[in-house]
């Protein structure tokens, strides 16, 4: 007979974190859990942790609330099957995981948990926590940056880091022409070297605009989400104008689609 545990949502936090636990557990034993859930590692579960984590951060960018419970849901959900394989691999469990957590949220805020002075800006306890971060690593500066993070956001973090112990351009006119200088180089290896070159060239670019989104104060992910989000709006404008015309984007041409587009521009389509 299975738990009354598993189906009992009337309780608080605390319990519903138990009972996911326990769902969790149903669905990874050996004998009676489902075989896909079984058959699942640390590397296979990854890519879904990070597909749920870019989920959420799409809900609170299109402002819905009523999705963003079931997302961060789907969030929690992806810690505790990682705690749970663990687990059952004898290394830990998510008391762990949630010790872990708390213990470093505590000693990261000395000015809420200790005797530190909390009169202090947000700038300020941004750099404190980034001091507190750096006493904790031991290797170096660059150390501990995840692999798995998206690239332009891995980019911004590596270049943070480089700029707190001085390695940094003055000011965005530094960058700017090196992004000047970056672009005549890739057009260089368009001319005359291979796709590997090339693909060089182009990151090398792409990290120095990131760097000139630091400098100006942008995010670059959170730039380049707005511009694919703007880019679908608008391109949805063409294929509604060409299916008012009785076609396609694809019995199109670029010169209609390109009048279409800045028509949406027009219309102040965002």
């Known amino acids: 007979m299975a ?3 598993l189906f009992d949502d009337s309780g608080d936090a ?12 149903c ?19 990854a890519p879904y942790t990070i597909e749920e984590a870019h989920e959420v951060a799409d809900a609170i960018e299109r402002q819905a609330w009523d999705e963003l419970p079931g997302e961060l849901g789907d969030l929690a959900f992806q810690v505790v099957y990682h705690a749970q394989m663990a687990a059952e691999g004898g290394m830990f469990d998510l008391a762990d995981v949630l010790r872990a957590i708390c213990a470093k949220m505590i000693h990261r805020h000395p000015h809420v948990f200790g005797d530190e002075n909390r009169d202090k800006s947000a700038a300020q306890q941004v750099a404190d926590w980034e001091r507190i971060k750096a006493a904790e690593r031991s290797a170096g500066v660059l150390d501990g940056v995840a692999l798995g993070l998206p690239a332009l956001t891995r980019a911004l973090k590596l270049q ?7 390695f ?51 995010d670059p992910e959170a730039a380049l989400r707005a511009a694919n989000a703007k880019f679908t709006r608008r391109f949805g404008h063409i ?12 019995q199109s041409d670029l010169a209609e689609m390109d009048a279409l587009w800045d028509e949406a521009k027009a219309l102040g389509i965002k």
């Open 160 to 166: 943070n880091r480089a700029a707190r112990v001085g």
């Open 27 to 45: 669905l990874r034993d050996p004998k009676t859990g489902c075989p896909w859930d079984i058959e699942q590692d640390f590397a296979s579960i």
């Open 239 to 250: 294929e509604q104008a060409l299916a008012a015309r009785g076609r396609s984007p694809a």
């Open 14 to 25: 605390g319990a519903q974190m138990l009972r996911l636990q326990a769902i969790m557990a």
């Open 168 to 218: 940094d351009w003055p000011s965005s006119r530094e960058v700017l022409a090196k992004i000047t200088e970056e672009a005549e180089e890739l057009e260089e290896a368009q001319d005359r070297l291979g796709p590997a070159e090339i693909a060089e060239e182009y990151g090398d670019l792409l990290f120095v605009m990131v760097n000139l989104g630091r400098h100006m104060g942008v």
């Open 3 to 5: 738990n009354p545990m």
